[in-house]
């Protein structure tokens, strides 16, 4: 997740990071594969963001989806609202 930026803010910046990830990252992931997102080195990331860029993934991967690496409270708080 670091790729997008130690802080991840803004839903227009998060949807376009998930468009980049759509586009680059997941052209050869099937719907059933298992997503984990690894947050290590992310400051803070606000749930406008997580929550543009992590909604798409669902659209894409139904609830196949994990968070590891977690280190900021911030990240952490921003996850429990977005994955819940």
């Known amino acids: 997740m670091v790729k997008f930026g130690d802080i991840l803010i803004s839903r227009p910046a998060g949807r376009e990071s998930f468009l980049a990830a759509k586009s680059y990252l997941f052209t050869q ?3 059933e594969e298992h997503i984990v997102l690894d947050f290590k080195d992310v400051k803070v990331m606000a749930p406008s963001w997580g929550y543009e860029f992590i909604t798409g993934l669902k659209s894409l991967y139904k ?3 994990e968070a ?3 280190e900021s409270p911030a ?3 921003a996850l429990r609202v977005v994955l819940a």
Do not use: F, P
């Open 29 to 31: 992931t099937s719907e």
């Open 63 to 65: 609830n196949n989806i």
């Open 68 to 70: 590891s690496n977690i």
């Open 75 to 77: 990240v952490e708080a």
